[in-house]
Structures are given as C-alpha cells and as structure tokens.
C-alpha cells in the first residue's frame, strides 16, 4: 500500500512524466539505463506539489492522505482529508485524464496552479505555487522505479533460463 501510495504521490505531481516513460498503470517499455537517464533529467525540472493520494480506481477521484512537511500543498493549506476535484477548472475524474495530463504537461518550479479542494462538503479554492522535487523525494521515487526494473528484469531471466533449460 506504501509503495502504490508514493507511486500515485509522484505520478499525479510529474504524471505527464509518467506516463511518458511508463505509462499509467503499466509496465515501462524502456531498458533500465534509459528509463533511468530519462528520469534523472526530466523529473527535477518538474513542479512538486508534496502530497500523498489515493486513487479511486472507479471513478479517478484523488483524496489527500498526507501532507509533506514544508511542501507547496502545506503551504497553500491542504489537508489530508481533502478531495482534490479539481485542477486549473478541469474536474478530477477519469474521464478527463487527457486535458488533466496537458494541464501537468509543462507544471514548472514557481508556476502557481488552482485547486478547487472539497473538505467536509465544502468547496476551497486554493492556489498553489509549485517547487522543485526535493532530492531525497526524487531519489526514492527513482529508487522504487528502479526496483521494479530489476524485478521484471530478473523474471524475465528467470523465464528465459527455464526456457533453455525446458529445450535441453
């Protein structure tokens, strides 16, 4: 649950990122070196907002389960809690993935995005400026990127061994 947290945390902050390099939900297409290398360079220009979510799978709404400390979203006021519903005007649910994707696509350190947030029934318009991606944030979440890589990787030489072996 850690893991699809943090990975739902970065992704809705860099997801035209994201899903550039992997796509949503799925397996990313690019050998590790160069996932690697994409990342590195990418993501630390992108805008951070320092949130923890959850994704409702059905319907693609975002609820707020953390708040990073000293991050844009504390900031601005958000608390976990709230229902991120919508982005620059562009309601948060599934349908609108493509217009929220182009309204990520360039976020940028200093760039100021509106929230309208739902919190125990009541719409808050919030304005939030972005920030660079700490490091250490960056770090961990190419680290579990990596992870995966390194995961798929030793399945698929696993698969292969045990074709060759299955041959002889």
């Given at each position: 649950?850690?893991?699809?947290?943090?990975?739902?945390?970065?992704?809705?902050?860099?997801?035209?990122?994201?899903w550039a390099?992997?796509?949503?939900?799925?397996?990313?297409?690019?050998?590790?070196?160069?996932?690697?290398?994409?990342?590195?360079?990418?993501?630390?220009?992108?805008?951070?907002?320092?949130?923890?979510?959850?994704?409702?799978?059905?319907?693609?709404?975002?609820?707020?389960?953390?708040?990073?400390?000293?991050?844009?979203?504390?900031?601005?006021?958000?608390?976990?809690?709230?229902?991120?519903?919508?982005?620059?005007?562009?309601?948060?649910?599934?349908?609108?993935?493509?217009?929220?994707?182009?309204?990520?696509?360039?976020?940028?350190?200093?760039?100021?995005?509106?929230?309208?947030?739902?919190?125990?029934?009541?719409?808050?318009?919030?304005?939030l400026t972005?920030?660079?991606?700490?490091?250490?944030?960056?770090?961990?979440?190419?680290?579990?990127?990596?992870?995966?890589?390194?995961?798929?990787?030793?399945?698929?030489?696993?698969?292969?061994?045990?074709?060759?072996?299955?041959?002889k």
């Open positions: 649950m850690l893991r699809r947290t943090w990975v739902i945390v970065l992704a809705w902050t860099l997801l035209a990122t994201a390099l992997a796509g949503e939900s799925k397996k990313c297409n690019l050998s590790t070196q160069d996932c690697l290398d994409q990342m590195a360079t990418k993501m630390k220009t992108y805008g951070w907002v320092g949130v923890e979510l959850e994704r409702n799978e059905e319907t693609g709404t975002l609820t707020v389960l953390k708040v990073v400390p000293g991050s844009p979203a504390e900031t601005s006021g958000i608390q976990p809690g709230d229902l991120l519903y919508a982005l620059n005007g562009v309601r948060i649910i599934k349908d609108n993935e493509e217009a929220l994707t182009k309204a990520r696509k360039d976020w940028k350190p200093g760039q100021t995005v509106n929230y309208t947030v739902k919190r125990n029934g009541a719409d808050r318009q919030v304005a972005l920030a660079p991606m700490p490091a250490d944030v960056l770090a961990r979440y190419i680290g579990e990127h990596m992870l995966e890589h390194a995961t798929a990787d030793l399945a698929a030489n696993k698969e292969a061994i045990n074709k060759e072996a299955a041959t």
